[in-house]
């Protein structure tokens, strides 16, 4: 798409007069072509006239048009299922653990069970443009629909992928296995660099999944996040935007029996196979 719209107003008026002198020509007689110039310039006067009120009067709509911004919140209820911890709920409910602690009023440490009801607060912000009647104003349906349809499957498309880094140097010790493990083990040295294997959210960024240790999740788009834990030290906090490369922990063996990074690589909540993600040869 292009970025600006160039608008260019350009104003169009011409007088032609044609005299036709000839030795044998009646200089009394009333010459037609100036009867038809001088209808042409009364129009082009009439056109410009014309053209200028309708640019007043869109410029006076425009200037009448106001925008309004309400915020609503919404409490809905979400029963714990078996398999759910709350870093997942979060991910489900594209809200953070922190969140889901204080709304609930849990402790950092706290677990769920199933069956357990927790709440969960939703906010939805709808921007409207209103008349200066306060009367909504309807958007226009795009002249394109079939290249509007393209753009949104595109980005759908997108969605459904991404493209990942390895977040730390070292030996891969411990494959994935589905059912099995939830990623890949790589092991290191303690304060080996963890790095955030693609841009993203963090939506979490602590010690209150005890299984964990010390926790990083970052959500990189609707379909996929990825965990790191077993950090000796966390470099990046609940909320930040993190860019692929970027350092966000320090290797460690907390809650674990060697030094490594625990990397998972979840779709839909579910754990899958970070290696095809990856880029081959390293790790």
Same mark, same amino acid.
């Given at each position: 798409?292009?970025?600006?719209?160039?608008?260019?107003?350009?104003?169009?008026?011409?007088l032609w007069v044609a005299v036709a002198i000839s030795g044998c020509a009646n200089v009394g007689q009333q010459d037609p072509s100036a009867d038809n110039a001088a209808a042409g310039a009364?129009?082009?006067?009439?056109?410009?006239? *014309?053209?200028?009120? $309708?640019?007043? #009067?869109?410029?006076?709509?425009?200037? !009448?048009? %106001? +925008? @309004?911004?309400?915020? &609503?919140?919404?409490?809905?209820?979400?029963?714990?299922?078996?398999?759910?911890?709350?870093?997942?709920?979060?991910?489900?409910?594209?809200?953070?653990?922190?969140?889901?602690?204080?709304?609930?009023?849990?402790?950092?440490s706290a677990h769920v069970k199933k069956g357990q009801v927790l709440r969960i607060v939703t906010q939805q912000t709808v921007t409207t443009t209103v008349d200066a009647n306060g009367k909504?104003?309807? *958007?226009?349906?795009? $002249?394109?629909? #079939?290249?509007?349809?393209?753009?949104? !499957?595109? %980005? +759908? @498309?997108?969605?459904? &992928?991404?493209?990942?880094?390895?977040?730390?140097?070292?030996?891969?010790?411990?494959?994935?296995?589905?059912?099995?493990?939830?990623?890949?083990?790589?092991?290191?040295?303690?304060?080996?660099?963890?790095?955030?294997?693609?841009?993203?959210?963090?939506?979490?960024?602590?010690?209150?999944?005890?299984?964990?240790?010390?926790?990083?999740?970052?959500?990189?788009?609707?379909?996929?996040?990825?965990?790191?834990?077993?950090?000796?030290?966390?470099?990046?906090?609940?909320?930040?935007?993190?860019?692929?490369?970027?350092?966000?922990?320090?290797?460690?063996?907390?809650?674990?029996?060697?030094?490594?990074?625990?990397?998972?690589?979840?779709?839909?909540?579910?754990?899958?196979?970070?290696?095809?993600?990856?880029?081959?040869?390293?790790?």
């Amino acid at each position: 798409m292009r970025s600006r719209f160039d608008r260019t107003k350009t104003g169009l008026a011409g007088l032609w007069v044609a005299v036709a002198i000839s030795g044998c020509a009646n200089v009394g007689q009333q010459d037609p072509s100036a009867d038809n110039a001088a209808a042409g310039a009364q129009a082009a006067a009439a056109a410009t006239a *014309a053209s200028g009120a $309708a640019v007043q #009067a869109q410029q006076a709509a425009s200037d !009448a048009l %106001t +925008t @309004r911004t309400v915020t &609503t919140t919404k409490t809905v209820h979400y029963r714990v299922k078996r398999g759910d911890t709350l870093a997942r709920i979060a991910q489900k409910n594209n809200c953070s653990v922190k969140d889901l602690l204080a709304w609930n009023r849990m402790s950092a440490s706290a677990h769920v069970k199933k069956g357990q009801v927790l709440r969960i607060v939703t906010q939805q912000t709808v921007t409207t443009t209103v008349d200066a009647n306060g009367k909504p104003v309807t *958007a226009r349906t795009p $002249a394109n629909s #079939a290249t509007a349809r393209e753009m949104a !499957a595109q %980005t +759908t @498309r997108a969605a459904k &992928t991404v493209t990942l880094m390895w977040p730390a140097q070292g030996v891969v010790v411990e494959p994935f296995q589905a059912g099995e493990t939830r990623g890949i083990e790589i092991a290191g040295k303690a304060g080996d660099p963890v790095r955030a294997a693609a841009d993203g959210k963090v939506m979490y960024a602590g010690t209150g999944l005890n299984e964990y240790g010390s926790l990083i999740i970052v959500q990189h788009n609707k379909d996929f996040l990825t965990a790191y834990s077993h950090n000796r030290k966390l470099l990046v906090k609940t909320g930040d935007i993190v860019h692929q490369g970027q350092l966000i922990a320090e290797m460690g063996n907390e809650n674990n029996t060697r030094v490594s990074v625990l990397f998972e690589l979840r779709h839909d909540g579910k754990p899958i196979d970070p290696i095809p993600y990856l880029p081959q040869g390293r790790g």
